[in-house]
């Protein structure tokens, strides 16, 4: 088993939106040195793309054939002297680069539409256990521990109230120069539980296995410290 993937030692870290989960699972990554899997952006490449070319959110087997053929590129890519982090992930999708545009909440709400296929779910599944690289794999998204990793050695799932993850987003948005409605960012992340705790493949919920962290009133770096503490006494 030495040489297995499945010996690369791997943490899922789970949640709704807004939980929190991106900005604590970059930095965990980086503590460990280990990679990084963000799998709401293939689900968020699979959306951006598909509408790009022309496709139909309600045409399943076209989403579904599209996802098999994804043409995406994780890069790393040196940053200038000075940068705030070293490295930074470019994202080429059909050769081309992909900046905020899959961020918006637009590209989020289609994402979550076709996370809802199965035969999407289906296609995406080995590109996504293909990051399990050593020296170790820290993996972001909904299923991470229950379905894409379920015998992944550590396994977290993040959760907040709703409210506080509208807050939140709010907050990104407004210190992004982007205008925001907290009411209608409340109504879109009920809708996106509901919609990915509801469906039939892969729902949101935590693994029998995992460690529930409510960050309601935690702060980042005390996240990241029990996220740390919990990997320290396992790993
Ligand atoms: O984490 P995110 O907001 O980038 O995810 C975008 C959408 O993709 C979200 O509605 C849930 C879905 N998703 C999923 O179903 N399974 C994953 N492993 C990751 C994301």
């Known amino acids: 088993m030495q040489n297995s993937p499945d010996s690369v030692p791997v943490l899922t870290v789970d949640g709704p939106s807004g939980s929190g989960k991106g900005t604590i699972v970059q930095r965990v990554a980086q503590k460990l040195g280990w990679h990084m899997l963000d799998s709401g952006a293939l689900y968020r490449l699979v959306a951006f793309g598909a509408l790009k070319n022309g496709l139909s959110l309600q045409d399943e087997a076209a989403i579904a054939d599209y996802a098999v053929h994804l043409d995406v590129e994780f890069r790393l890519q040196d940053m200038p002297a000075g940068a705030p982090n070293p490295q930074e992930l470019q994202i080429m999708l059909e050769g081309k680069p992909v900046g905020p545009e899959l961020r918006t909440e637009e590209t989020g709400n289609a994402a979550s539409i076709v996370a809802a296929m199965p035969e999407v779910r289906e296609a995406l599944l080995q590109r996504q256990r293909d990051f399990r690289q050593p020296p170790g794999l820290v993996a972001d998204g909904r299923d991470m521990g229950t379905t894409v990793f379920p015998d992944a050695q550590v396994k977290v799932f993040l959760t907040a109230s ?6 939140r987003r709010y907050k990104q948005l407004i210190d992004k120069g982007i205008s925001a409605n907290l009411a209608a960012l409340l109504r879109d992340i009920n809708e996106r539980d509901e919609r990915d705790s509801q469906r ?4 949101l919920k935590p693994a029998a296995d995992a460690v529930i962290i ?12 029990q996220v740390l503490a919990i990997c320290k006494d396992r790993f």
């Open 214 to 225: 409510d960050t309601s009133d935690l702060s980042i770096d005390q996240v990241v410290e």
């Open 200 to 203: 039939s493949v892969s729902p």
């Open 162 to 167: 709703a409210e506080e993850r509208a807050r």
